[in-house]
T-cell receptor, first 115, second 111 residues
């Protein structure tokens, strides 16, 4: 069984559209993340949720809005897509810790191409 | 958040040789982790070394950590073509639950 799953795997869309990416984890983890990986493979944290509460919100345009209906799901909604949003988006999860970050488990990624 | 730096950016070796990748960072850390990313796939955790540890082994992997130099290295011994991938270091610092990732090393192992 897939531990962290994302849908869709590929997303091709026009500039200005609104799209969502879904993420689910069946590991029982409390913390989930969204990362953006650019064309140079640089991986940057976007958001982190712990038990449905936002704990990290890096400098990300407010066109990006995460939503966590329960601790097993963290979806990413993007409004008014721009060319620069083209990237690979990864969801990840990790167990709750008292401090510091432990091992993270990554989904397969969603390849977003904005035309 | 400060990015970690990795070198080399790219490394090409023959099967059976050892591969060494280095990671440097600028802050005090809680732990440092190494991940592998095969082409078109997500990242897979390889090994975690805590700030009070100096060396750790896992199969053909050996990780060292020098907190005085703020650097870590990943050694893959007896490399195989299947080891071809990008390798990333990542570290956490303070009470932050986030990881800061390095710039990655693209390893190519030629059969």
């Amino acid at each position: 069984d897939t531990a962290v799953s994302q849908t869709p795997k590929y997303l091709v869309t026009q500039m200005g559209n609104d799209k969502s990416i879904k993420c689910e984890q069946n590991l029982g983890h409390d913390t989930m993340y969204w990362y953006k990986q650019d064309s140079k493979k640089f991986l940057k944290i976007m958001f982190s949720y712990n038990n449905k509460e936002l704990i990290i919100n890096e400098t990300v345009p407010n066109r990006f809005s995460p939503k966590s209906p329960d601790k097993a799901h963290l979806n990413l909604h993007i409004n008014s897509l721009e060319l620069g949003d083209s990237a690979v988006y990864f969801c990840a999860s990790s167990p709750l810790t008292s401090g510091g970050a432990e091992t993270q488990y990554f989904g397969p990624g969603t390849r977003l191409l904005v035309l | 958040s400060q990015q970690g730096e990795e070198d080399p950016q790219a490394l090409s070796i023959q099967e059976g040789e050892n591969a060494t990748m280095n990671c440097s960072y600028k802050t005090s850390i809680n732990n440092l982790q190494w991940y592998r990313q095969n082409s078109g796939r997500g990242l897979v955790h390889l090994i975690l070394i805590r700030s009070n540890e100096r060396e750790k082994h896992s199969g053909r992997l050996r990780v060292t950590l020098d907190t005085s130099k703020k650097s870590s290295s990943l050694l893959i011994t007896a490399s195989r073509a299947a080891d071809t991938a990008s390798y990333f270091c990542a570290f956490s610092s303070g009470s932050a639950r986030q990881l800061t990732f390095g710039s990655g090393t693209q390893l190519t192992v030629l059969p």
